[in-house]
T-cell receptor
Framework: GAVVSQHPSWVICKSGTSVKIECRSL??????MFWYRQFPKQSLMLMAT?????????EQGVEKDKFLINHASLTLSTLTVTSAHPEDSSFYIC?????????????FGPGTRLTVT | AQSVTQLDSHVSVSEGTPVLLRCNYS??????LFWYVQHPNKGLQLLLK??????LVKGINGFEAEFKKSETSFHLTKPSAHMSDAAEYFC???????????FGQGTELSVKP
């Protein structure tokens, strides 16, 4: 149990376009979802925290108008990278936390590789 | 505030020999600690977690870690490395229950045949 999926697993887009990444909790209700960014050979950096039905909380230095996060249901959160540029190329990972059993553990998705050309 | 430091950016071992990945943490209150593994271009898999129960925690794939409060350490060990263990390992701390996860810088484990 506690499976999180992401779609797409990889995407290539042109500079200036927008791309949406979906994060779904498949077998539990995720009251909170997290979005991370990971550069090659580096650790995960938390971008934002989203609670179902409310606005996301962004970490310092993350542009909320560029990285739009929506958490409209208890099983789906989306990250939209608007007006993407090559420097936005990265590996984006989501995690979901809910009341899976009695655990507040975060369950991670498999990640989405974004390449902006 | 919480922080975590992984003392080695890269560890190389021979297959069949022990693995030791070192992690020190800092937390202003009783932490939850985790070890995750990430294979190339994959998401994170939880190896084990400490949440104030037994200080010696056993995880999947033969890994275990010992919480040592006096040393503020949570080192990951495995008696005998396997080629499939080659991956990136992250030590992670969470403060209050359900709080944010703070990731260490990661340790790349290489396993030589």
């Amino acid at each position: 149990g506690a499976v999180v999926s992401q779609h797409p697993s990889w995407v290539i887009c042109k500079s200036g376009t927008s791309v949406k990444i979906e994060c779904r909790s498949l077998d539990f209700q995720a009251t909170t979802m997290f979005w991370y960014r990971q550069f090659p050979k580096q650790s995960l950096m938390l971008m934002a925290t989203s609670n179902e039905g409310s606005k996301a909380t962004y970490e310092q230095g993350v542009e909320k108008d560029k990285f739009l996060i929506n958490h409209a249901s208890l099983t789906l959160s989306t990250l939209t990278v608007t007006s993407a540029h090559p420097e936005d190329s990265s590996f984006y990972i989501c995690s979901a936390r809910g009341l899976a059993g009695s655990s507040y553990e975060q369950y991670f998705g498999p990640g989405t590789r974004l390449t902006v050309t | 505030a919480q922080s975590v430091t992984q003392l080695d950016s890269h560890v190389s071992v021979s297959e069949g020999t022990p693995v030791l990945l070192r992690c020190n943490y800092s937390s202003s209150y009783s932490p939850s600690l985790f070890w995750y593994v990430q294979h190339p271009n994959k998401g994170l898999q939880l190896l084990l977690k400490y949440t104030s129960a037994a200080t010696l925690v056993k995880g999947i794939n033969g890994f275990e870690a010992e919480f040592k409060k006096s040393e503020t350490s949570f080192h990951l060990t495995k008696p005998s490395a396997h080629m499939s263990d080659a991956a990136e390992y992250f030590c992670v701390v969470s403060g209050a229950r359900g709080g944010k996860l703070i990731f260490g810088q990661g340790t790349e484990l290489s396993v030589k045949p």
